[in-house]
């Protein structure tokens, strides 16, 4: 796994017109530009920008649909992308455990 891979995907995710994106493309089965922009407070010149971001990070994938794009999440790149965010997130939570225990220690031995 690369680090730059891991970037785009972090970045991808980290946006929430993009992430916003990703639900109304899994709950719709997949949508165009055009249709998306229907849906989001962005321009359709905007959609198309995130859904390149998406793109490039592996979370969408597109086939050509008369004059546009249609789009689709692929689930596998989702799904990595969600097992990294629950590995960061239980790693933060092991962090915030540790300073909780040196707290409470702290504040044991003022007593």
Same mark, same amino acid.
């Given at each position: 796994?690369?680090?730059?891979?891991?970037?785009?995907?972090?970045?991808?995710?980290?946006?929430?017109?993009?992430?916003?994106?990703?639900?109304?493309?899994?709950?719709?089965?997949?949508?165009?530009?055009?249709?998306?922009?229907?849906?989001?407070?962005?321009?359709?010149?905007?959609?198309?920008?995130?859904?390149? *971001?998406?793109?490039?990070?592996?979370?969408?994938? @597109?086939?050509?649909?008369?004059?546009? =794009?249609?789009? %689709?999440?692929? +689930? $596998?790149?989702?799904?990595?992308? *969600?097992?990294?965010?629950?590995?960061?997130?239980? @790693?933060?939570?092991?962090?915030?455990? =540790?300073?909780? %225990?040196?707290? +409470? $220690?702290?504040?044991?031995?003022?007593?």
């Amino acid at each position: 796994m690369s680090t730059a891979v891991d970037d785009a995907l972090w970045s991808a995710v980290g946006d929430p017109i993009r992430r916003r994106m990703l639900d109304l493309l899994l709950a719709e089965n997949g949508g165009t530009a055009t249709a998306l922009s229907k849906q989001l407070p962005v321009t359709r010149q905007a959609v198309a920008k995130h859904l390149g *971001v998406l793109d490039r990070a592996g979370l969408v994938s @597109a086939t050509p649909s008369g004059r546009e =794009r249609r789009y %689709r999440v692929d +689930e $596998a790149q989702l799904a990595r992308a *969600v097992a990294q965010l629950s590995s960061v997130g239980a @790693a933060w939570d092991a962090r915030l455990q =540790r300073i909780k %225990r040196i707290a +409470e $220690a702290i504040q044991r031995g003022q007593e």
